[in-house]
């Protein structure tokens, strides 16, 4: 320690450490200063998700099989088998993330949620496929794990290998740059601004999510007091941190804009029950249509499954959300241009 | 000339060579004048220029040589000398030494720990019952029970050990146990390597300052009488932990969690391929936390580390009001210092490097025996380790006194330990102390805040909530030590500190922000750690329906939907007690729909809807809000949110369940329940509630009320 500097040159024995204390003080300096660009969210990878595609050109646009209460877990495989198999959409290998409604302290009869039975054989379908990891994300706004458990969802994931997961944290998710994937003009010309922009809302997306292969959304139909329906598309507002700023800058437009950045390869509605009134959340009047929706394009489905919310009559060009993602080109909002397939689950296909 | 300032014993420097002894340094301090440094400069002032100046210098050495004076020490030769002050000492105090060195790190150690385990893991449940620090700190249990009448017995166990280790070895929690004590030797070792900065050779510096902390503790104990709580900014262990929530913790998680991000960063993606294969990097991550007044806290912190530069361990040696404490008693403690005066040969390592400054001569040419104050020691056995001819020896025996009083042994025979110099702080300074005190408090409780506080309960400004289960507004001032535990715990971020919203006796004591955090709804961390009762223990059950924060209030000018139509219902999406209503409301600045029949009635709600012109607004209904500020951290609008939570109506009338005598007694337990009568009013709550709320699924699904864990990785 207390090493005497001997007196004929003592510069010379200092030079190396001081080189040293200097080059590891500025490096230290400079790392610090270096940090602050990673200040809260490291920088993503571009998405892996697979852009959703049709098995051929004859297979339908929309399958919708009724069933009944007992059946709901086949009729979801039923409707999966029609678009050509979940071996269409999950590879082997896949890091699968499923998005069901889950975060909110209701019984599944209750209608708020997706059934544990479609969660359930969804899981069964993915694992059957070779997926390789099976997360489920929803963004729980209540106590996430009493929603978990009173929704039924813990118990449908009960002996697979997928595991829940509800990112409150924002450490967990990375930022993303949704005004890329937003066209300035819609399809008739006319000029489009953008609400996702630099400056004004920044998006940011679960980790699970961008490091996945595939993105299979699963939501329920419901009514919602401010988005008029919540259905598929509404449904990627819980998958994102941001969502204050949606309310503010209008919900409409910033749910057509994420919807174009982030493009599931396969969705599968829940119609087995729908919320009608006072959703999301609920309680409110529910109705049991009995049916699952599959298809590929979300904004023909939450068209489709309008027609399930029978008590306020809600008709697709009352939705802006369906309209404004329709002409920004991201589906097709008229039903009858489109290849619906109904099926009557009883029966076999 | 150059003999003597060989001679000279030198000030910081042990001669150990940085082996065991403990010291700080090696080497000549700077800004010391050596008697070697006088002659240089007499050599150079031999110049006509300054000729005063060299005399004046001349002088100083003439002076220096008659204060320190040759005594018993001449008859050595000068090699003899050298040998002496660079002896090792006493090897088996070196063990002691080295002993008492793990037992500080040890300590530390077991301080971090209970610091970072000191985290929301489960309802009801937490990483540690409270810090084990915060109860060894029985000033605190002392000025709980006295200022807001709180006994609490589960302190009582750990803070009677420390009294009974005190009366029998002095100030050793000082020298061995304090984790402030041991954060200033650390920093001592690592900042004053080379000398201290603005060291004193005045020996009289080392009285000088040596009474404020018995000044402090005695104005605090006075303004104790009031029940306001002045110690708590001084106390050791609360601002060791305040400080390592405030200072230490959150740039550490922020810098960890900057190198984690960094990994993401677009040329390699280690983030992304660690995913890939199989991990999750985001798992190593720090949860982040966020303070108000960090930098107050921090100027403190960093003052006192550099005290240490002018007189090591300055804090625990000038100021520390448990160190005051604990130097009261240990004035009749058993281990003591015995000095064999006929060896020493006034060598003055003793005097001039004790860590405490606790050895004194106070004679004028320095023949007499050093003086050895036990209420300054603290016990970490460096004057044993250096002493060259070991005439110091730290024994514990029985006191003199109490042998001839007890007649084993004849008067006069049993050893005597060293002469002490008493505490000199006369009978005037110890009234006016408390006297001050008094006064202090005084003035507090007749200030216009503490008035509104005393006589409606709440305090004036309508923003400042309190955390949930929290004492009454003057009691809670006056339980509450500052130790930032609950802030720590808090595993939203709700809980800071506040700075003079409660006013100026308010400083630093928790105050719920819900802009910056929700009070989360299972969570009851807060009352579980709380070492003082101040916040008192409650379950998520009692939050719900016998706790009330505040009241949420909607502002009709900003909120979307009072303004925007149906736009945004959030506030009643994440209200888990139901207590945001969206209502019908007529607004007749919406069109009218003219093809609809005057009396048209609503579909779904059967009401009367003025042609369509109504449209669904938040309200909130009182009964059921407890004030959690879940909608104000939700609410889209910013950044003053249209949806805010107030201090009206808030409730701290709770009584706490006592489920274990350790629990302790509480102010209001004498009197009959503060919240009787209140039964039926909590039970018609909970039926309300159950109407909105389904907390138990049907049969098929797990009973919810297990464990509230905020891991968010339940299935990995």
């Avoid at chain 1, 499923?98 to 899981?123: E, F, K, Y």
């Avoid at chain 2, 000398?195 to 605090?220: C, H």
């Avoid at chain 2, 280690?270 to 007044?293: A, E, K, Q």
Wanted: hydrophobic share 35%; with cysteine; proline share 7%.
């Amino acid at each position: 320690m207390a090493s005497e500097q001997k007196p004929g040159k003592p510069e010379q024995r200092a030079s190396r450490r001081q080189f040293l204390e200097i080059a590891g003080g500025s490096a230290l300096v400079g790392g610090l200063y270096g940090l602050t660009f990673f200040e809260h969210e490291g920088f993503a990878k571009p998405s892996h998700i697979r852009p959703p595609q049709k098995a051929s050109a004859s297979t339908p646009d929309i399958v919708a099989v009724q069933g009944n209460p007992a059946t709901y877990g086949d009729i979801t495989e039923q409707a999966i088998n029609e678009l050509g198999g979940i071996e269409q959409f999950v590879k082997k290998g896949d890091r699968v993330v499923i998005s069901p409604n889950m975060g909110w302290m209701r019984t599944p009869d209750q209608a708020a949620t997706t059934h544990p039975a479609v969660i359930r054989r969804l899981v069964k379908l993915c694992e059957r496929a070779g997926a390789s990891r099976i997360t489920l994300i929803d963004y729980a706004l209540d106590d996430w794990k009493l929603a978990f458990k009173i929704c039924g969802a813990y118990d449908a994931i009960r002996g697979t290998r997928a595991s829940l997961l509800s990112p409150t944290q924002p450490t967990m998710y990375k930022k993303v740059n949704v005004a890329a994937a937003v066209p300035n003009k819609t399809s008739d010309g006319a000029d489009y601004d953008p609400r996702h922009h630099y400056d004004r809302i920044q998006q940011r997306l679960p980790r699970d999510i961008i490091e996945a292969d595939c993105f299979i959304v699963n939501p329920v139909v419901k009514n919602h007091e401010a988005a008029v329906i919540t259905i598929a598309m509404k449904k990627l507002m819980g998958c994102i941190w941001n969502r204050k700023d949606y309310h503010r800058y209008g919900l409409h437009p910033c749910i057509a804009e994420i919807n174009m950045f982030l493009k599931p390869t396969l969705v599968v509605t829940d119609a087995t029950r729908a919320l009608q009134t006072r959703g999301p959340k609920g309680p409110g009047i529910t109705t049991t249509p009995n049916t699952v929706v599959a298809g590929i394009d979300p904004v023909a489905l939450d068209s489709y499954c309008c027609k399930f919310l029978t008590v306020e009559n809600i008709t697709p060009d009352q939705v802006q959300h369906l309209i404004i993602a329709n002409s920004l080109g991201r589906g097709q909002i008229d039903t009858s241009q489109l290849n619906i397939k109904e099926i009557d689950g009883a029966q076999p296909s | 000339m150059s003999d003597i300032s060989r001679d000279m014993p030198r000030m910081g420097g042990c001669g150990c060579g940085g082996s065991g002894c403990g010291c700080s340094s090696g080497k000549q301090p700077r800004g010391v004048i050596r008697v070697a440094d006088i002659g240089a400069a007499r050599a150079k002032t031999d110049q006509a220029a300054n000729r005063a100046e060299a005399a004046r210098l001349a002088k100083m050495v003439v002076v220096h040589k008659e204060e320190v004076g040759d005594g018993p020490y001449a008859r050595f030769t000068a090699e003899q000398k050298r040998r002496m002050r660079e002896a090792p000492g006493n090897p088996a105090s070196h063990r002691i030494v080295r002993i008492r060195r793990a037992v500080q790190i040890a300590t530390f150690m077991l301080f971090v720990a209970f610091f970072l385990l000191t985290t929301a893991t489960g309802e009801n449940k937490y990483g540690v019952d409270k810090n084990f620090f915060m109860l060894l700190d029985f000033l605190n249990t002392l000025k709980n029970t006295i200022a807001s009448h709180h006994l609490a017995l589960y302190a009582v166990g750990p803070g009677l050990f420390i009294l009974l280790l005190t009366l029998w070895g002095g100030r050793i929690f000082c020298g061995w146990i304090c984790p402030l004590g041991t954060t200033i030797d650390i920093a001592d070792r690592l900042l004053y390597r080379k000398g201290r900065i603005f060291y004193s050779k005045k020996r009289s510096e080392t009285r000088r300052f040596r009474n404020y902390k018995y000044i402090y503790l005695l104005t605090g104990l006075g303004a104790l009488a009031w029940g306001i709580d002045i110690l708590a900014f001084g106390d050791p262990i609360s601002l060791i932990t305040r400080t390592f929530t405030f200072v230490i913790y959150p740039p550490t998680a922020f810098v960890w969690n900057a190198i984690l991000n960094s990994a993401d960063a677009p040329p390699l993606h280690i983030g992304s391929v660690i995913y890939r294969m199989g991990g999750n990097l985001d798992s190593l991550r720090f949860p982040m936390t966020h303070y108000y007044n960090g930098v107050a806290v921090m100027l403190i912190f960093v003052g006192l580390l550099a005290l240490s530069g002018y007189q090591e361990r300055f804090w625990c040696r000038n100021l520390c009001p448990y160190g005051g404490l604990l130097a009261l008693i240990s004035r009749i403690s058993w281990l003591r210092h015995y000095i064999k005066m006929d060896g020493c040969i006034h060598c003055k390592k003793c005097e001039l490097q004790s860590r405490m400054g606790s050895y004194e001569n106070l004679d004028r040419n320095a023949k007499a025996a050093p003086q050895h104050s036990i209420s300054e020691c603290i016990q970490c056995f460096r004057c044993e380790t250096i002493c060259p001819t070991d005439v110091i020896q730290i024994q514990a025996r029985i006191p003199a006194s109490i042998k001839e009083k007890l007649r084993l042994a004849p008067a006069g025979d049993a050893p005597r330990p060293e002469p002490q110099t008493e505490i000199d702080l006369g009978k005037r300074r110890v009234v006016a102390s408390l006297g001050a005190g008094i006064l202090w408090g005084t003035l507090v409780k007749s200030s216009p805040s503490e008035y509104q506080g005393i006589m409606r309960r709440y305090n004036r400004n309508e923003k400042a909530m309190r955390p949930p289960g929290a004492l009454e507004e003057s009691a809670f001032v006056a339980a509450c030590t500052r130790c930032a535990e609950c802030m720590k715990v808090c595993p939203t971020n709700a809980l800071q500190p506040a700075t003079f919203e409660f006013g100026l006796e308010g400083l630093w004591t928790p105050m719920l922000i819900p802009s910056i955090g929700p009070c989360a709804e299972k969570c009851t961390s807060c009352g579980d750690v709380c070492p003082t009762g101040a916040i008192r223990p409650f379950t998520w059950q009692d939050k719900r329906y016998k706790i009330k924060m505040g009241l949420a209030n909607v502002d009709k000018s900003t909120c979307v939907a009072w303004n925007g139509g149906r736009d945004c219902i959030v506030c009643a999406e994440v209200c888990p007690y139901s207590a945001v209503v969206f209502k019908d409301t007529f607004d007749d600045t919406l069109p009218k729909d003219p093809t609809l029949p005057i009396d048209h009635k609503d579909p779904i709600t059967g009401k009367e809807d003025n042609r369509g012109r109504t449209k669904r607004v938040p309200t909130v209904d009182e009964r059921l809000c407890t004030g959690c500020g879940l909608c104000e951290y939700h609410c889209p609008v910013l950044p003053t949110h249209s949806i805010v939570v107030y201090s009206f109506q808030e409730d701290r009338s709770y009584q706490p369940p006592k489920e274990n005598w350790w629990d302790g007694f509480w102010r209001g337990d004498w009197d009959k329940r503060k919240d009787a009568g209140k039964d039926a009013q909590y039970a018609a709550t909970a039926a309300e509630l159950n109407k909105h709320i389904a907390l138990q699924g049907p049969a098929s699904t797990v009973s919810p009320g297990a464990d509230y864990n905020p891991d968010p990785h339940p299935g990995q």
